[in-house]
Each structure stands twice: as structure tokens, then as C-alpha cells.
């Protein structure tokens, strides 16, 4: 499966981004879908994942409450609504279908996407 994440940007603290994960190659519905991030000089971390029907939501405690997970497998495509953004979150986004393992861990999955960017100022 082919994922390509979208909509990152440059945004003031505060703001929003809406992020987009699209699929092409095989259909998302049967994926659980996470999404990463990195920023520079640190290692890839866990943002938010979704169970392959949408169920089921896991938060990062550091997004928790301001970041929301959503999929619809009609479009084969997985979101990350990103409210109330701190320079902290600045970072490359990835996202990622989960092959095994843990769900937080990006050893877990086996498909990325190649990255948005967003950038937050302050």
C-alpha cells in the first residue's frame, strides 16, 4: 500500500492543521492507521492511531485533547485534526498502517507515508 500524507503548513501557535493520509494500492479499511512525528535531532514518536473501523482512538499524552484521529475507509483516507498547536509540535508528520506489535511503537508498522511538515511559531 502507497500512502501519501498532506497538509502540513506553517501555522502561529493557537491555529489548526488538517492532516490527510490518502491510500492508493490497497484499500485502508482493514488497516489500523497511525500517525508519527519528528522533529529535528529526535527520534520518531507516537501521535494517534485508529482501529480499522474507527473504534478505536489511542492518543499521545502530549496531543491528548487537542488532536483528533479520524478515517474514512470510503475515501481510503485517515486525518489528524491538529487544534490549539504549540511550537512543541513542530515536526515532520508520517503516517503509517500497522502491521504487528505494539501500536505505539513505529517498529509496529510496516507502510509510511513520506512526511508533511508543520511548522509552528510562536
Known amino acids: 500500500v502507497q500512502l501519501q500524507a498532506s497538509g502540513g503548513g506553517s501555522v502561529q501557535a493557537g491555529g489548526s492543521l488538517r492532516l490527510s493520509c490518502a491510500a492508493s494500492?490497497?484499500?485502508?479499511?482493514?488497516?489500523?492507521m497511525g500517525w508519527f512525528r519528528q522533529a529535528p535531532g529526535k527520534e520518531r514518536e507516537f501521535v494517534a492511531a485508529?482501529?480499522?473501523?474507527?473504534?478505536?482512538?489511542y492518543y499521545a499524552d502530549s496531543v491528548k485533547g487537542r488532536f483528533t484521529i479520524s478515517r474514512d475507509n470510503a475515501k481510503n483516507t485517515v486525518y489528524l485534526q491538529m487544534n490549539s498547536l504549540k511550537p512543541e509540535d513542530t515536526a515532520v508528520y508520517y503516517c503509517?498502517?500497522?502491521?504487528?506489535?505494539?501500536?505505539?511503537?513505529?517498529?509496529?508498522?510496516?507502510?509510511w507515508g513520506q512526511g508533511t511538515l508543520v511548522t509552528v511559531s510562536s
Open positions: 485508529i482501529s480499522w473501523r474507527g473504534g478505536s482512538t
Open positions: 503509517a498502517a500497522y502491521g504487528s506489535g505494539r501500536y505505539y511503537s513505529p517498529a509496529g508498522y510496516d507502510y
Open positions: 494500492g490497497r484499500t485502508l479499511s482493514s488497516y489500523t
